[in-house]
């Protein structure tokens, strides 16, 4: 099965990203495929590399950059959300002349568009949210 | 179809409203806070054996442990594991997340 | 990125849009809104539920200048423009809240659980916020 997955919370505040984490992990490990995990609301403040929990926490950003790396994973993170709540690429510092990126590996900023093409593409989207 | 709650039903309303718009046969899976509704001895333990007449109701198992909740389990609600959520939404068409 | 592959795939879903949460107290109603807009480049089959709360997005009257937001109401009224023209309301979500037709800003189909409940089996995608 071909599957998109919608985060709409960030790290630590909400189980969302946790729940999503686990259950993008136990399909993968089932052989399904990911077609893009998609980041919305304050769900993009999951691609920050400059969190930094406490070191007996686990580390919700870098867990998904691993997986995404593991399994050439799509994480997609919405350009109107990010601009709002400050998730920034190198792109996005230099279009808006910000003094640093923080985006996190793995991880890439694009259109809303993206969710509509998951949903048209993937066999099921499940979403994850507050 | 498979609806997925994630809220208390002491808190919000979102088991409640899930309840009005889920078909019989349907199947109802409940994650992250929304497993409360799936134990015994609840204002709406009975709500669920209810809905467990014409629907299948699920509960995370993982989240229900987390919780402290997995000895007072409601008898004949099915407990998943994460692999088990994936074969839900496996083998029902569409997931409305009643969030 | 649209285009390319609605030229090769020429897919047409069935997208419903849930809204379930208040407008103001939080962006949701605001972000949902932005992708049903941007959605509807797509040419999918589109429509869009109020349940609970979610009704409130769609009342007359809202005036967001004394807590300075950007006032997002009559953007529903755009959806039309965009082919968005199936927007249905939860008849006892409206109830509750003692609202009729006559208080939304739009036009609206009124339906009850079960009605809703037959239009969501019907969906190939359930986009929820």
Request: glycine share 6%; proline share 3%; aromatic share 8%.
């Amino acid at each position: 099965m071909k599957l998109g997955i919608q985060i709409n919370e960030g790290p630590y505040q909400h189980q969302a990203s946790d729940t999503a984490y686990l259950f993008t992990k136990a399909a993968l490990e089932k052989g399904h495929e990911i077609f893009r995990v998609f980041f919305y609301h304050d769900g993009v403040n999951n691609g920050t590399r400059l969190t930094t929990p406490p070191q007996d926490d686990r580390n919700i950003v870098a867990r998904w950059s691993e997986l995404a790396e593991k399994y050439n994973l799509d994480l997609v993170i919405c350009v109107a959300a990010a601009q709002r709540r400050g998730i920034v690429d190198p792109d996005e510092k230099k279009r808006h002349g910000k003094d640093a990126d923080n985006i996190a590996p793995g991880f890439r900023i694009s259109g809303l568009g993206q969710l509509i093409e998951a949903g048209i593409q993937c066999d099921r989207l499940v979403v994850f949210g507050d | 179809m498979l609806h997925t709650v994630n809220k208390s039903p002491f808190e919000r309303n979102t088991l409640e409203t899930c309840l009005q718009h889920a078909k019989d046969g349907s199947t109802i899976l409940l994650i992250e806070d929304g497993v409360y509704a799936a134990t015994e001895g609840t204002r709406f333990s009975d709500t669920i054996k209810k809905a467990m007449e014409t629907k299948t109701v699920c509960a995370l198992l993982p989240d229900l442990k987390a919780r402290g909740m997995h000895e007072k389990v409601i008898e004949g609600i099915k407990l998943v594991d994460y692999a088990g959520f994936v074969d839900l939404v496996e083998q029902n068409e569409r997931v409305q997340a009643w969030l | 990125m649209s285009e390319e592959m609605m030229e090769e795939g020429g897919v047409v879903k069935k997208f419903m849009y849930v809204n379930r949460k208040a407008p103001i107290g939080s962006i949701y109603a605001l972000e949902s809104l932005e992708v049903v807009l941007i959605g509807a480049a797509f040419e999918q089959d589109v429509c869009m539920v109020f349940l609970d709360d979610g009704i409130y997005q769609i009342v007359k009257g809202m005036d967001t200048n004394d807590v300075e937001m950007k006032n997002f109401s009559p953007t529903y009224r755009a959806l039309e423009m965009y082919d968005v023209e199936r927007l249905y309301v939860s008849k006892e979500a409206m109830e509750e809240r003692g609202l009729t037709t006559d208080d939304l800003v739009v036009d609206v189909e009124v339906m009850d659980a079960s009605q809703i409940a037959d239009l969501m089996e019907e969906q190939d995608v359930i986009l929820s916020f």
